[in-house]
């Protein structure tokens, strides 16, 4: 983890990124590759895993696939993270079956672990997660669990924008996730608050309903250059404080994440190493 900064986007495969940011017919299998040497981007954020907790091996060829320098970082599955506090659900949840998706998530992990590529893990709440003893004993658990690693949590409540939750996570070195999203009345504000070694910055688009919207089309949104600006300047606040950086665009739609995540680099005075600029 030498590098200081790391941009790159949230998840790297997508259909619709053909003919826009992949060449038009590149098969799925050698989107990672191309991402990471073609592109030139050092980090990754996977989101599928928020779905499904995949089998090991698909991590271990993840790692084989990318440069030597190359860093992950993976989001936690919504058992750990979401349907336990999913206020829908009338009865308690299961506690014996959530422990056991936390060792399911880590057997996962462990390839990128022993390769060296695992940057961070993250793990974020959803805005019905409020702050309460048993919602920062339940952080506690999962930090004991995952001790081996850099953890970064991420709100989307603003209930949790407080000194005291910042202080919280400080003291039990957990990486606050910073996040840049609509200005919508429940959603955390763009800080740049960092309390561990690591700063971790999300950027999920301004889509202006992103609550009505379908996923699919939440996360559709392209930063200009003004906005991107704004976000540079909370971005260099939280490098200055970290001795690493995670930045992470994930307004993936129609390659937007890509583009803007590219021109972010080039704001903060970053080259993208591709590989043929290597030799």
């Known amino acids: 983890m030498e590098k200081k900064v790391r941009i790159g986007t949230s998840g790297f495969s997508f259909a619709d990124w053909k003919g826009v940011i992949y060449p038009d017919r590149i098969p799925d299998y050698k989107m990672l590759e191309f991402y990471s040497k073609d592109l030139g981007f050092d980090a990754v954020e996977i989101n599928s895993t928020y779905y499904r907790i995949p089998e090991a091996k698909r991590f271990e060829l993840m790692a084989?696939?990318?440069?030597?320098?190359?860093?992950?970082?993976?989001?936690?599955?919504?058992?750990?993270?979401?349907?336990?506090?999913?206020?829908?659900?009338?009865e308690k949840p299961d506690i014996s079956q959530i422990e056991g998706y936390f060792k399911q998530f880590k057997e996962s992990i462990m390839p990128l672990k022993s390769s060296g590529k695992l940057g961070a893990l993250l793990f974020q709440f959803p805005v019905f997660f409020y702050p309460s003893?048993?919602?920062?004993?339940?952080?506690?658990?999962?930090?004991?669990?995952?001790?081996?690693?850099?953890?970064?949590?991420?709100?989307r409540n603003i209930a949790?924008?407080?000194?005291?939750?910042y202080e919280f996570l400080k003291k039990n070195n957990l990486a606050f996730c910073a996040v840049?999203?609509?200005?919508?009345?429940?959603?955390?504000?763009?800080?740049?608050?960092?309390?561990?070694?690591?700063?971790?910055?999300?950027c999920h688009g301004r889509n202006p309903n992103w609550f009505n919207a379908p996923v699919s089309e939440r996360y559709n949104y392209n930063y200009s250059e003004k906005e991107l600006k704004e976000i540079e300047k909370i971005a260099r606040s939280m490098i200055e404080k970290a001795e690493v950086s995670f930045i992470f665009f994930n307004n993936c739609h129609a390659g937007h994440a890509a583009k803007n995540a590219m021109k972010f680099a080039e704001l903060l005075g970053i080259k993208l190493q591709k590989e043929k600029d290597l030799f």
């Open 64 to 90: 084989k696939k990318t440069p030597a320098d190359f860093l992950f970082t993976v989001k936690a599955f919504k058992g750990i993270t979401h349907d336990p506090f999913d206020n829908r659900i009338e």
């Open 180 to 202: 840049d999203e609509p200005e919508l009345p429940r959603l955390m504000p763009l800080k740049d608050i960092v309390t561990s070694n690591i700063s971790y910055l999300r």
């Open 133 to 155: 003893a048993a919602a920062t004993d339940y952080i506690l658990k999962i930090r004991d669990f995952f001790s081996e690693f850099s953890v970064a949590v991420e709100f």
């Open 160 to 165: 949790w924008a407080s000194k005291k939750n």
